[in-house]
């Protein structure tokens, strides 16, 4: 399987997310136009080039590039009317250069255009990485025995991402440093709030009033992924080893720990919302419980635990809970049609649920 983003983590939505597919309608490409400027910028390039378009990455269209030599990926803004700061695929290859020069795991960056007249929108291009991408959380197909050191290697990707010096990579003005929390939680309360026609919801009503009273003290600041599951990694063929960390379109300046309890949420997620793991069996598939999984973080990045576990459990629920509520209310609108957006709307109350018990357990400490 070849690098491409996800769209979304859910089992049921791999073979629709996987390989590629003829260009789709309204997404072509100016073929001599693209080979004439990759030609002058890409020194590896020779053409001729074929072209077709990965089934995921909708959000950020993605092409498989494909000459007699070697393959390549090109990334690019949507065509079209685009929200402003959204689909920067700029910032997606300054992060991941600046990343790859500190021997993070990211494909490499052969070249940015923002030039529109080449192809219409501004595009980089990437290596091609070969290898496997996991759809479901339970790592299927993996080894009992080796289930484990896959969820070591994912837990050692995060770590390692929050353990570089983002001034000393040049990445210092990436995001507003400090505050994560306060901002974020106020961006999502009124996204949530203000948003009428998607309704209100007693659990996300209760978060807003209490999550802005209850940041736990202290400040920090990292490159924070924003998206970091395990259908955003491309793993070794056949090892326990993450290859290349995808999709950076949500990486900013954050809190190191709203990145991996992101991560983390995945024990509690139902699987048909995105890529978790609540209701499996982990003894039997020897998957390494949610303690065993956050004292292997901390371990590797010098901290004796996290004090306030759950209030970023219920942050990150609570964020993905808005996000949902927003296609919520496109569904209601008829702004956003398909069958993907419905389940999304459908399953908003289940997340708000999930973000209210782990503010719950917090407030019975």
Known sequence: ?????SISGSAQNRDANSGTTKVRSGFELDIPMLEHWLAGNVASF??????EQFKGGQSNPTYR???????????RKPPGTLVKGAHAVEREARVMAALGQCGYPVPQIFGLCEDEAVI???????????GRIFWDATFPGVGREERPAYFDAMNKALADLH???HEAAGLGDYGRPGN???RQIARWSRQYTEDAQAGRNDDMDRLVDWLPQNI????ETTVVHGDMRCD?????????????????????????LADFAYNAMMYRMPPDIVAGLAGADLASLNIPGEQAYVAAYCQRVGRQNIPDWEFYMAFNFFRLAAIFHGIKGRVLRGTAASAQAQSRAEAFPRLARLAAEAMDICRQA
């Open 1 to 5: 399987m070849s690098v491409h983003p």
């Open 46 to 51: 020779a053409g001729p080039l074929q072209v």
């Open 65 to 75: 590039l494909m000459t007699p030599a070697r393959d390549y990926v090109l990334r």
């Open 120 to 130: 219409g929108t501004p595009f980089f291009i990437m290596e091609l990485v070969e």
């Open 163 to 165: 353990r570089i010096d």
């Open 180 to 182: 994560y929390f306060a």
């Open 216 to 219: 736990p003290a202290g400040d």
């Open 232 to 256: 955003n990694m491309i793993f070794h063929p056949s090892e326990p080893r993450v290859l290349a960390v995808l999709d950076w379109e949500l990486s900013t300046l954050g809190h190191p």
